[in-house]
């Protein structure tokens, strides 16, 4: 039980930081496709729990394929291009006029994929697990037993699960309070976001080609 609270800990405050998993989640959640965005949450959160158990279990050579690395950097640079330039330039619905949960019950794999693959074009996620690894072995924080990593492991998916369970409810909570210009604005703010973090995905893709 203590690698798994732990773990669910860890995973929790590793999430909080914003980053284009919690931006996409954030938007889906302006939208009221809350269960889209939980989607995408849950894709990332499956990642964090298998790259969390490969360097957990000492395996993380095993995840690593630059093929497949490079087919999720373009995908991802792809999908937070389109988001952005159409969440930035082109019309967007009345947050207040559309029924809640409206489309969510459309596209649930595909979104839970895409939170699959913005985990995986990411490869320090990787580097940081293995250092979390070796923290929580070499200070005895969990035993080096089959049960206690995977415990661990498992701890962490829940408690990045949470962590976006909890970040769409604050939004749910709070954006009703704004007339729709107003989230209007914040959107499309995110949208500006995603469309800076696809250009600099993109430059970093394209520097490591040209390397």
Same mark, same amino acid.
């Given at each position: 039980?203590?690698?798994?609270?732990?773990?669910?800990?860890?995973?929790?405050?590793?999430?909080?930081?914003?980053?284009?998993? =919690?931006?996409?989640?954030?938007? @889906?959640? %302006?939208?009221? @496709?809350?269960?889209?965005?939980?989607?995408?949450?849950?894709?990332?959160?499956?990642?964090? *729990? *298998?790259?969390?158990?490969?360097?957990?279990? +000492?395996?993380? $050579?095993?995840?690593?394929?630059?093929?497949?690395?490079?087919?999720?950097?373009?995908?991802?640079?792809?999908?937070?291009?389109?988001?952005?330039?159409?969440? /930035?330039?082109?019309?967007?619905?009345?947050?207040?006029?559309?029924?809640?949960?409206?489309?969510?019950?459309? +596209?649930?794999?595909?979104?839970?994929?895409?939170?699959?693959?913005?985990?995986?074009? =990411?490869?320090?996620? %990787?580097?940081? #697990?293995?250092?979390?690894?070796?923290?929580?072995? $070499?200070?005895?924080?969990?035993?080096?037993?089959?049960?206690? =990593?995977?415990?661990?492991?498992? +701890? /962490?998916?829940?408690? *990045?699960?949470? #962590?976006?369970?909890?970040?769409?409810?604050?939004?749910?909570?709070?954006?009703?309070?704004?007339?729709?210009?107003?989230?209007?604005?914040?959107?499309?703010?995110?949208? %500006?976001?995603?469309?800076?973090?696809?250009?600099?995905?993109?430059? =970093?893709?394209?520097?490591?080609?040209?390397?």
């Amino acid at each position: 039980m203590i690698a798994l609270l732990v773990g669910f800990i860890i995973g929790y405050l590793t999430t909080v930081p914003i980053g284009p998993i =919690n931006l996409a989640v954030m938007m @889906k959640a %302006l939208q009221n @496709k809350t269960g889209q965005g939980m989607m995408i949450g849950t894709g990332s959160a499956v990642m964090d *729990v *298998v790259y969390c158990a490969g360097a957990i279990f +000492g395996i993380s $050579s095993l995840l690593t394929y630059p093929s497949l690395e490079f087919i999720f950097r373009v995908a991802t640079f792809s999908v937070f291009f389109g988001y952005g330039v159409k969440t /930035t330039f082109f019309k967007l619905h009345d947050p207040h006029l559309k029924p809640k949960e409206a489309d969510d019950s459309q +596209g649930f794999k595909r979104f839970f994929l895409l939170g699959m693959a913005m985990y995986f074009s =990411n490869p320090s996620f %990787l580097a940081y #697990w293995i250092t979390i690894a070796g923290i929580v072995h $070499s200070y005895r924080i969990i035993d080096r037993t089959t049960i206690d =990593n995977a415990m661990f492991a498992l +701890g /962490t998916g829940v408690g *990045v699960t949470t #962590w976006f369970f909890t970040l769409i409810e604050l939004v749910e909570r709070h954006k009703m309070r704004f007339e729709p210009a107003t989230i209007h604005k914040i959107t499309r703010f995110f949208g %500006l976001l995603m469309l800076i973090i696809s250009f600099v995905l993109g430059y =970093n893709l394209v520097t490591d080609l040209l390397h």
